[in-house]
């Protein structure tokens, strides 16, 4: 009876020690709830802490920084374009104690914080155009987003680290005219690029034709000149020949005028005493 009792009783202080203790992870913060409220103003770091057994427990919530991703929302820009924006956000828990008495849970944080993101997102959004919301100052613009989120949302024990845009889409019912838009502006582009080109063709076109035409005219040149004199140097040597004897000369000539003139199908009729058959006779 004494050896139950004794294992009894040695059973309980092990149950009642180990309600007494509680370790907190390195990745976790801890806050001791006596009865549902919070005890103590400091939250409970990594190691190993007391508490009072049954009457006290402990609560634990993760130190690390946490990503909520956002479900797709529409905004709208300073230029009145409608725009689907797929966002996230990158959390922690700053103030464990703060974050239990306001939101309690991650869900119920979730829920706050994407309240508050989207419409910091539709606010800051709404102060820029599209074209300097999807290229321009995304940067810039979700800074913006960040700070205004971090500073409402520390009142509820939470600090936001980072907020980013993943995508940014058009509504479906916009997205035709948008793109119909863009192929008429590509379309009024492709015609100018053509024209232009077809304007430079013809400037290059012109200009060479102008160059082949002065080309041309300077070879024409050239080649009457060099004839003219080939022409001028042939009489020369011709003159200096035929002037060493003239009398060779003119017999030569008759020669030639009678291999021309008396052919089998030319008939001449001539007195026997014509200057044109001295050399005949």
């Known amino acids: 009876m004494r050896m139950q009792i004794a294992v009894v009783a040695a059973i309980m202080l092990v149950v009642v020690a180990w309600e007494c203790v509680y370790v907190v992870d390195e990745t976790q913060r801890a806050i001791v709830l006596e009865l549902g409220r919070p005890v103590g103003e400091e939250p409970q770091g990594p190691g190993l802490h007391f508490k009072l057994p049954f009457i006290q427990k402990a609560e634990y919530f993760d130190a690390r920084v946490l ?43 979730l829920a706050r914080i994407d309240d508050v993101i989207y419409s910091q997102v539709r606010e800051v959004l709404g102060r820029y155009l599209l074209t300097e919301v999807v290229a321009q100052e995304r940067a810039t613009i979700m800074e913006e987003v960040r700070q ?45 690029y053509r024209s232009e080109g077809q304007e430079e063709a013809a400037k290059i076109t012109s200009d060479a034709d102008r160059k082949r035409a002065v080309l041309l005219a300077e070879a024409n040149r050239k080649a009457a000149q060099l004839r003219g004199e080939g022409e001028a140097q042939a009489t020369a040597i011709y003159a200096g020949a035929f002037g060493q004897d003239p009398e060779f000369y ?7 005028a009678y291999r021309r003139s008396l052919t089998n199908s030319t008939d001449v009729v001539l007195s026997p005493q014509s200057e044109f058959l001295q050399y005949l006779r």
């Open 67 to 109: 990503e909520y991703d956002a479900p797709p929302a529409e905004v709208l820009t300073r230029d009145k374009k409608n725009l689907v924006v797929d966002n996230y956000s990158r959390w922690r828990i700053l103030d464990p104690l703060l974050f239990y008495r306001s939101v309690r849970t991650i869900p119920g944080a």
């Open 148 to 192: 205004a989120a971090d500073d409402r949302l520390r009142a509820f024990g939470i600090a936001v680290v980072d907020v980013r845009i993943k995508r940014t889409d058009l509504p479906p019912e916009n997205q035709k005219a948008i793109y119909g838009r863009m192929r008429a502006e590509r379309e009024r582009q492709a015609k100018q």
């Open 250 to 256: 003119a017999f030569w000539r008759s020669l030639e």
